[in-house]
T-cell receptor, first 113, second 113 residues
Framework: AQSVSQHNHHVILSEAASLELGCNYS??????LFWYVQYPGQHLQLLLK??????LVKGIKGFEAEFIKSKFSFNLRKPSVQWSDTAEYFC???????????FGKGTSLLVTP | SAVISQKPSRDICQRGTSLTIQCQVD?????MFWYRQQPGQSLTLIAT?????????ESGFVIDKFPISRPNLTFSTLTVSNMSPEDSSIYLC??????????FGQGTRLTVV
């Protein structure tokens, strides 16, 4: 069955700390990969996406993610987090023959001053 | 990009009643989807809203409980029928084109009492 796993459900970091959120997927065939963010009280926004090409993708607000096909992973990173990065982060996948997204359970990130 | 507006943003409803949620996209999109986000959970796909035909429902969701309309390429409705407290959730509309990012509405927070 197709699935998306996010390893960290709750993460607490101090400002300026580095962030890495894990995402693994189980899918047959070619996939498109996404990270979405949901700030408190706001709607889901796209952080970054991978369809093909360079497996290291850069998104908004200094986030990046690396697609490692052999590990079925698409981990999200940021070298130095800010208080404003406090949010819920969702990894999502769809196969290129299907358009609906399959979401991971999400990771709640709290950045403390 | 596409901007997706949902109405209402929140509602409190009596059990046994029905609520219709509207989703308006500011541009034509090929794909529209409805998701549910239960408290503390990730997003679960309810159905794909098909323009001019019956929606395609995911396992565990049925048309009698969640009737969906999509009369054109910019508008869709989801009705939550005969509500019970277990239907309390955030309902999200999503739209986009194949092999591009999906855009999300701000969600409808439903509480059934």
């Amino acid at each position: 069955a197709q699935s998306v796993s996010q390893h960290n459900h709750h993460v607490i970091l101090s400002e300026a700390a580095s962030l890495e959120l894990g995402c693994n997927y189980s899918y047959g065939g070619t996939v498109n990969l996404f990270w979405y963010v949901q700030y408190p009280g706001q709607h889901l926004q796209l952080l970054l996406k991978y369809f093909s090409g360079d497996p290291l993708v850069k998104g908004i607000k200094g986030f990046e993610a690396e697609f490692i096909k052999s590990k079925f992973s698409f981990n999200l990173r940021k070298p130095s987090v800010q208080w404003s990065d406090t949010a819920e982060y969702f990894c999502a996948v769809n196969g290129n023959s299907g358009y609906a997204l399959n979401f991971g359970k999400g990771t709640s990130l709290l950045v403390t001053p | 990009s596409a901007v997706i507006s949902q109405k209402p943003s929140r509602d409190i409803c009596q059990r046994g009643t029905s609520l219709t949620i509207q989703c308006q996209v500011d541009s034509q999109v090929t794909m529209m989807f409805w998701y549910r986000q239960q408290p503390g959970q990730s997003l679960t796909l309810i159905a794909t809203a098909n323009q001019g035909s019956e929606a395609t429902y995911e396992s565990g969701f049925v048309i009698d409980k969640f009737p969906i309309s999509r009369p054109n390429l910019t508008f869709s409705t989801l009705t939550v029928s005969n509500m019970s407290p277990e239907d309390s959730s955030i309902y999200l509309c999503s739209g986009g084109q194949p092999n591009t990012e999906a855009f999300f509405g701000q969600g409808t927070r439903l509480t059934v009492v």
